[in-house]
């Protein structure tokens, strides 16, 4: 279970690493890294970030990128919240495909409509 410091943590690591994202994937154009969550260890040592990433053709190249770039990352993210945390966590980061998983179920069932009129009876 997270606490709330824990949670305020990871809500306010969420939203700094979203405006990094925002403002390094501005140059590339035609690319969107949004930070999906982040979930903080008890000791708050490491950050691991979910992140989507659209095209989703590209996320593997891009998140292999952000990997490679996790201390400068972790740098920038350090400079903004030096006045609220005393140690910066160390950041991991993922791909969140829980929008690619979403879309392949809306597909599969767009494909079978019988599949989806058994879905709809049993809400």
Known sequence: MEGKRQAKISRMLQKELSEIFRKQTAALGGVLVSVSSVKVSPDLSIAKAYLSIFPSDRAADILSN?????????YELAARVKQILRKCPDLQFYLDDSLDYIENIDRLLASDPHLHDEVQEGE
């Open 66 to 74: 952000i990997k490679a770039q996790s201390k400068t990352v972790r």
